[in-house]
């Protein structure tokens, strides 16, 4: 992760080939700069003071020694831990938890007529590997399609840190297990034709619902300060937000590449920007001059570029932010109390919303380079 929070300083903090520089001073960041919030696991709250650490490492001075405590303070963002049940704003990282329609379809899954095609035609495959790599860690009958990503992570495991795995199966049978895995989550947690419901509610891919409903009210939000609010800030989370998204956006359509599981530690991105020139370099774009664009990156490997990619169907990957805006309100969450009716949900906060305070803006940031004026929401995954 401090490979990805490195690569996001190059293109965002110190690279000169994008424009697409921040106003945010590079020897230090503070909570008023960077924003950083987590889902409530320590692996992932490890992982974002990771990336933190690579996006803004220490610095060294001009006799090339690092700059320590001693000599100035170095301070890091705090990360915002966000839990289910208990804070209104966990619908934004993890929309599924708590959503009783998205758990109900859950542990409906193994009825699923779809599903359970699935697990007979890879039944011989998953019993094959049981004596080899699953017989320490899982019951025979649990291997098996229904357990699909929960093998796939533990053999995957197993092959990136034990090295006598690799004589226990192949490159191509993990392969094998990936692609499986990534059709069993993309049947729980993003199977738009699947709908609970009259209204065509899509629970199924509520975590994808939430994130786009968030971007759009906190670019909104960016517009109508004139880029006072919203200015920087990550959110770490898991995989299935990104499944849904992928979905909702008609990228699974586009590109195989949205059909697989994403790589632990990439990124989604949402860019709000405009490149029309002003004779005042620092004012804020007139709302018609703004586009949006997404971007992927599927690696922490320091080579990988950040990629745009057309989502609705557009042919173009950036958009008008007006056409944008639509596209994402049409699928898109807006607030707790829609999600907690779509979601029949019985978590603490939706019988006493207005009790709640709201948490701080979670997902825009807002960067300004002379006439580019850049909105940057970044997703990431552990």
Known sequence: MRDQGAAFRNRYLTGSSHGDRMPIDVESINGSHLGVASSANSYTTESAAAFVQGFHPRLPVAN???LN???????HPDTRIIYTCLDQDSIWIQGGAGCRKHEDSLL??????AVSSFDRDHKAFYQSLWDRVFCEAFPRARTNFYNAYDLYDYAAFRWNHDNETRSLMTAGELARLRLLASTEQRLR???LSHSEGTDGDQTHAIAGRTLAGRVVHLFSQNIDSRGERNKLSLVFTSHEPFLAFFALADLSASSGLFT?????????TFELFSTARHSNETAYPATDALRARFLYRNSTNPRTPFETHPI???ADSCMPFARFKTAMSDVGV?????????????SCFCGTLGDLPRGANLLIVLLVAGAVVLILSAIVLI
């Open 312 to 314: 609705f169907g557009h």
């Open 64 to 66: 090339g020694s690092v």
């Open 108 to 113: 409906d899954f193994e009825r699923d007529y």
């Open 189 to 191: 947690h993003a199977n």
């Open 334 to 346: 807006g607030d707790a109390a829609t999600w907690c009716r779509v979601c029949a949900s019985r």
């Open 260 to 268: 697989q599981l994403p790589h632990h530690g990439a990124t989604m």
């Open 69 to 75: 405590d001693s000599h100035r303070v170095y301070e």
